[in-house]
């Protein structure tokens, strides 16, 4: 058995990256583990698959890690 997690994530710029997201969430523990983590899980960003850490993550995006974290930035 798994936990879901669901959560909205409030920031205060136009747009964050996802690995200054994945940072900012605690999903990682520094930037330096954003390649590796990106490279071996699943993410997606509004249903697409994403494999770039500096995809631009706006207000209202939907991110799901793993189909277990789910995530919405908002303003």
Known sequence: MFNVIYKKIKIETEYITLGQF???TNVITNGGEAKNYIAFNEIFVNDELIKARGKKLFPSDKINI????FFEITK
Not at 66 to 69: A, E, H, K
């Open 22 to 24: 994945l940072k900012f």
């Open 66 to 69: 793993n189909n277990s974290l």
